[in-house]
């Protein structure tokens, strides 16, 4: 963010928040946030009142209205593996105290170099500390919210949404008739995943825990097997893998797959506090060239333009938003909570009602 940006177009009526006095005489507008000075679980966030922040050249300022909740929060909340802090957020203390990243809302000031946002645009995308009344975010991780689709709905979209269509179509080349494997169907990016592979003609194999079968059916998968009781690789062999939860080793997803098959390893939790295990995607690669299978992991694009098919398909009422829980701004610490010990189907979103 960049605080000397004084050619800004901000509509400052429409910062409805309070104003308060720096030592210099001028006044500035607060806003209620979610704020951590340090990492840990849920009881380092705090609902503070603080500075309203200001949109760098390339970003704009939205006035949020719903923010998602996601795996990568908790991570960031956590500084867990310690290689999110290594990756720019900090080491000892989170250099961005505002959490949260998905958010929803209307633009109330744009920096000097945007020109595809107005003030009083509708928006959704990626932002910096977006569970808080006003966010800011860069213009190209931002799309001009579909007419229908709420808030709330949108909030859920670029996080968790991308990660999935970018899994299934940009790396693994999903094609109409496939047979694939989903591991983590219920979650933020399984839901999402599930019902795109079946919009998209796929046949789905969904696994997630006994309890949440008949959710990932409603998604549209074919088959639901627990991760718990069931064996994957007792199924007909898959073309595509798409791996989002339960870490399982690269030999036996491979032999889950067909001879020519594609493994795209997205993620997966418990993998250790220093990497996250990502040493199983690294060695996943480096087998990929030598074998008959693709062997990929990959880091989700945020630039809207990625988001273009997923986009069209929520448009046209084919994907919906898998919304669990909506909670507000001062129960993000549950909603983390939630989302941490797995009772959430699909996501939470936290609801934002700006002071008026
Ligand atoms: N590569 C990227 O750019 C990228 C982007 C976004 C997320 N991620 C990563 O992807 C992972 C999932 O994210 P998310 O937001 O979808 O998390 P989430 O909402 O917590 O979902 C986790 C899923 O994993 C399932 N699961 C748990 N144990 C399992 C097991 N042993 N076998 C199969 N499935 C199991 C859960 O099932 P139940 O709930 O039914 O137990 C749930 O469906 C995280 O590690 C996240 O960091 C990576």
Redesign the pocket.
């Known amino acids: 963010m960049n605080a000397t940006t004084a050619t800004t177009a901000t509509s400052a009526a429409s910062i409805a928040a309070a104003a308060s006095t720096r030592t210099d005489g001028t006044s500035r507008e607060q806003m209620r946030a979610i704020v951590q000075d340090r990492y840990g679980d849920a009881d380092v966030l705090e609902l503070r009142t603080v500075e309203v922040p200001t949109p760098a050249d390339d970003e704009v300022l939205v006035r949020v209205a719903a923010a998602g909740v996601?795996?990568?929060v908790w991570?960031l909340m956590t500084g867990l593996p310690y290689a999110v802090r290594l990756a720019g957020y900090g080491i000892r203390r989170p250099k961005y105290p505002t959490l949260g990243l998905d958010l929803a809302g209307a633009v109330v000031a744009v920096g000097t170099d945007v020109t595809d946002f107005a003030v009083g645009d509708e928006v959704y995308g990626i932002g910096i500390g977006t569970f808080a009344e006003y966010a800011t975010a860069k213009a190209t991780k931002l799309a001009h919210r579909p007419d229908h689709v709420t808030p709330e709905q949108a909030a859920t979209l670029a996080?968790?949404g991308a990660?999935a269509e970018q899994a299934l179509f940009d790396i693994g080349r999903a094609e109409a008739g496939q047979r694939v494997l989903i591991?983590?169907?219920?979650?933020?990016?399984?839901s999402f995943a599930v019902q795109l592979a079946h919009a998209h003609g796929l046949h789905v194999t969904g696994?997630?825990?006994a309890?949440?079968a008949e959710y990932v059916v409603g998604l549209g998968a074919d088959v639901v097997l627990d991760?718990r009781s069931d064996d994957f690789t007792d199924e007909d062999p898959f073309d595509l893998i798409v791996d989002?939860?339960?870490?399982?080793r690269v030999s036996t997803l491979r032999s889950a797959l067909t001879e020519t098959g594609t493994l795209v390893i997205?993620?997966?939790?418990d993998g250790g506090r220093v990497t996250g295990g990502v040493g199983r995607q690294v060695r996943a690669v480096m087998r990929s060239p030598f074998v008959s299978q693709r062997l990929t992991?990959?880091?989700?694009d945020e630039s809207a333009a990625k988001r273009a098919r997923l986009h069209e398909l929520v448009e046209q009422g084919r994907i919906v938003a898998p919304i669990d829980r909506t909670f507000p701004l001062e129960r993000v610490a549950s909603a983390i909570d939630d989302?941490a010990a797995?009772r959430?189907r699909g996501?939470a979103v936290i609801t934002i009602g700006a002071a008026s």
């Not at 591991?183 to 399984?190: D, I, N, P, Q």
């Not at 989002?244 to 399982?248: D, E, H, K, P, S």
């Not at 997205?266 to 939790?269: A, Q, S, T």
């Not at 992991?297 to 989700?300: H, N, Q, Y």
């Open positions: 996601d795996r990568g991570h996080v968790s990660t591991l983590g169907a219920s979650g933020g990016v399984g696994v997630a825990s309890a949440k991760y989002i939860g339960g870490r399982n997205v993620g997966g939790e992991m990959f880091i989700a989302l797995g959430l996501k």
